[in-house]
């Protein structure tokens, strides 16, 4: 039995996509989901499988232990290895997680992105981009002003380059040919920090069998930080989501889009969530949302970071649509008790405090 065999008895469904090096085979993540986001190659090293999306990887004896639960001893003998003599004493204790610091893309990278996101921008606002802002305030929420803000883009087409002309160290695929800088069509979502270009990520409308954003190479990997001196704070996946969050409550809390669930902060992120009061994690309400609201956060932020999904949809975007006050649903969060919800009503309507003043008014900011 290989890898293949354990995973497709498992439901999951594999097809080959390469044939270098054994072959290639892609699908699903039995993990997080997606369409195409999950690689096992079945001839090395005995079998192997990594997951771009949420960075799951290892051999058969790994996937026993994460899919099935079985332990080492168990998976090796269900493989029929030998698994060594049993050591004694303690396990090792595993290394502590520490945030990584961001890098930024190369001068001439962000040159070329500085120079493209111009373009998109131009793009999103003549006729070309009607039907896109028309579904980012129809589906997203967002008014022109935040749009503009954001400095949201469209690209219309897929854009291929050679690496280098954006700074990039030569990469092959596994058939030998050079890798180019892909940009794929879709609404260009930047990460802009101190007028810099830093991250183009791109929301394809419609990505087939592939994934729904695209990065493009060499983009810094840092969340989407808005507003990062207030006490509060909400954890979110999507950077729409967040920049709607923003529009909604911008005065009120920060506003952190990690990208995917899995993601961890960087160290700029971490020190910011570090000294914030108050951690709500709005994780999208699916399988790997709530996974990783349930363990990475709490246990790296203590008390403060609690788990306050949304209601009526598994994102911001999609609860409002629904119907959700996105504004009372953050201060609901802030607060945690109906009963100190009822005296920020009260002073607000009829102390006649605007939100921000009733927040600092009760000590929560």
């Not at 594999?14 to 699908?27: D, Q, S």
């Not at 270009?197 to 808005?226: F, K, Q």
């Not at 996946?237 to 909604?248: G, R, T, V």
């Not at 971490?270 to 000294?275: N, P, V």
Request: hydrophobic fraction near 35%; charge should be neutral.
């Amino acid at each position: 039995m290989n890898i293949i065999d354990l995973i497709e008895g498992d439901g999951g469904t594999l097809r080959k996509v390469a044939g270098t090096h054994g072959g290639e085979y892609a699908g699903a993540c039995p993990w997080c989901g997606g369409n195409d986001r999950f690689r096992v190659w079945p001839e090395q090293s005995g079998g192997r499988y990594w997951c771009r999306g949420c960075d799951k990887a290892g051999d058969s004896i790994q996937y026993l232990r994460e899919k099935r639960g079985l332990s080492y001893v168990d998976a090796c003998h269900y493989l029929g290895h030998d698994p060594g003599p049993r050591k004694n004493g303690p396990r090792p204790t595993p290394a502590a997680w520490k945030p990584r610091e961001a890098t930024a893309p190369p001068e001439l990278w962000q040159k070329r992105a500085r120079s493209f996101l111009d373009g998109a921008v131009a793009c999103l606002w003549s006729r070309h981009g009607d039907e896109t802002r028309r579904w980012l305030r129809d589906t997203k929420g967002l008014s022109n002003e935040t749009i503009k803000a954001a400095g949201l883009g469209f690209n219309q087409a897929d854009i291929f380059k050679p690496r280098a002309t954006w700074g990039l160290a030569p990469s092959l695929k596994d058939d030998g040919t050079e890798k180019r800088q892909w940009i794929p069509a879709g609404i260009v979502i930047p990460l802009v920090i101190d007028g810099q270009v830093l991250r183009l990520r791109i929301r394809r409308d419609d990505p087939g069998d592939g994934d729904r954003y695209i990065v493009a190479s060499g983009s810094c990997m840092a969340p989407l930080v808005l507003n990062p001196d207030r006490a509060a704070t909400v954890i979110v996946e999507s950077e729409l989501d967040a920049i709607l969050l923003n529009q909604e409550a911008g005065d009120l809390v920060t506003c952190i889009a990690m990208g995917t669930a899995p993601a961890k902060p960087d160290r700029i992120t971490h020190e910011a969530l570090t000294r914030a009061r108050i951690v709500s994690i709005s994780l999208d309400t699916d399988d790997t949302g709530a996974k990783a609201s349930w363990h990475f956060w709490p246990e790296t932020y203590g008390t403060k970071a609690k788990r306050w999904p949304c209601i009526g949809g598994k994102d911001p975007s999609e609860a409002m649509l629904a119907g959700l006050d996105l504004r009372q649903w953050v201060v609901a969060g802030i607060f945690g008790t109906e009963l100190r919800f009822e005296r920020f009503c009260i002073q607000t309507i009829d102390g006649g405090l605007s939100d921000a003043e009733a927040l600092k008014a009760m000590g929560a900011t």
